[in-house]
């Protein structure tokens, strides 16, 4: 039997939920409320008890989600910012845009996340933050984190763009530090259709800041008490989001399930995922780790199984950090990584045969080694 491939399936989903997902965008098409609909507020207060806070904002993208809260903490030019170099640029790039400084620290390297081991080692008076990735959907060790900044009284933003619905020992990804970020890219976990994101925080003098910097610094129409951004995120998005929502944590079982049918059948031939027994992984990735990796991306490729790479270059080897003066070698676990991780197809609906076909073929290209 011949398979169509696909490294995330949007279609089957849409099409499972396709009666819901359109009477819902038809309500607002006749409401004609496509900005500050009664949708945002409702997904605004339905994502807060999801994620075991107290406020959320709606903003346009998982950056604007990580910006917002940077803007909101008043972080300055020349302020400093702990985070991992093992990530999507935009945790960095928030920093960079408001003039301050991004610090790598290597990674774990089981887990891919922060090595909370290295933090305390590069703080010094100018830091002023700390941002932990829950990278691939996998809660930072964030009490050793919090600790860490509440000895130097650091504000914490939780980077759970690939981990909404993520635990650590029974807590929410996004309810444990100052802020949260989620992202509703349309690939993850719980996606819009089109970009979108959302700032979580437990404190109310936060959620109203940052309530105005995403509307221009307005509370008060034609009034503006702060700098600040067209940072919305639209009803329509709300209204896609709030039927998914409610598919969720089933979609979160499902790729459980599709995560253990890969480890149980590949573990004896790649580095599968690493889970702390204290977490509950999400999966927004299935992320495996070889030596020959290159050489099983083009196998699969040519056997019409798509793959990916999070991520092939770590931040402080980028071109636009080559200002931090960062060498290779200087955070070799995560240079290490780059070089080695890939991802496979995943998503909750995915069908075993498609599944058997995809561990079939990398053993198959195992076997001819």
């Known amino acids: 039997m011949s398979y169509q491939f696909e490294f995330c399936d949007l279609k089957v989903q849409y099409r499972n939920l ?22 945002l507020d409702e997904l605004e207060k339905q994502i807060a008890s999801y994620s075991q806070s107290r406020f959320c904002v709606g903003l ?5 989600a990580l910006l917002v809260p940077l803007m909101t903490m008043g972080l300055e030019p020349g302020d400093e910012v702990i985070t991992t170099p093992f990530t999507f640029i935009a945790t960095a790039e928030v920093v960079s845009l408001l003039k301050a400084k991004p610090v790598f620290v290597d990674i774990d390297e089981k887990t891919y996340n922060i090595d909370v081991n290295r933090i305390e080692e590069k703080i010094t008076k100018r830091t002023k933050a700390i941002i932990p990735v829950h990278l691939y959907g996998q809660m ?20 759970a763009a690939q981990a909404i619905g993520a635990e650590y020992k029974g807590k929410k ?18 996606g819009a259709y089109g970009d979108g994101g959302m700032a979580v925080t437990g404190h109310e003098e936060y959620f109203r800041k940052m309530k105005m910097i995403r509307n221009h610094g307005s509370a008060v129409r034609y009034e503006h008490s702060l700098i600040g951004l067209n940072g919305r995120l639209d009803t329509l998005q709300c209204a896609i989001l ?3 929502l409610k598919h ?12 253990g049918r890969y480890t149980e059948g590949l573990k004896d031939l790649v580095t599968t995922p690493y889970v702390e027994k204290h977490n509950k992984h999400v999966f ?53 990584a780059a070089r080695e991780v890939m991802s496979l197809p995943m998503y909750p609906e995915m069908p075993d045969g498609i599944q058997d076909t995809i561990i079939r073929t990398v053993r198959e290209f195992f076997k001819s080694k």
């Open 18 to 39: 396709e009666q819901e997902i359109d009477a819902a965008i038809k309500k607002v098409l006749n409401s004609s409320r496509f900005i500050n609909g009664p949708e």
């Open 60 to 64: 346009a993208s998982g950056t604007d």
């Open 140 to 159: 930072a060790d964030m009490d050793r984190i919090m600790a860490v900044a509440e000895k130097h009284h650091l504000v914490v933003i939780e980077d």
């Open 173 to 190: 990804a996004c309810s444990i530090g100052d802020f949260g970020s989620l992202s509703f890219f349309p690939a993850k976990n719980l």
């Open 242 to 244: 709030l039927v998914k």
């Open 248 to 259: 969720l944590d089933q979609w979160i079982a499902d790729r459980n399930r599709v995560a």
């Open 284 to 336: 927004n990735q299935y992320t495996i780790r070889t030596e020959k990796r290159d050489g099983l991306i083009s196998y699969l490729n040519n056997n019409g199984i798509p793959t990916a790479i999070h991520y092939p270059k770590p931040l402080h080897l980028q071109e636009c950090y080559r200002d931090l003066g960062c060498k290779p070698g200087s955070l070799p676990a995560a240079e290490k």
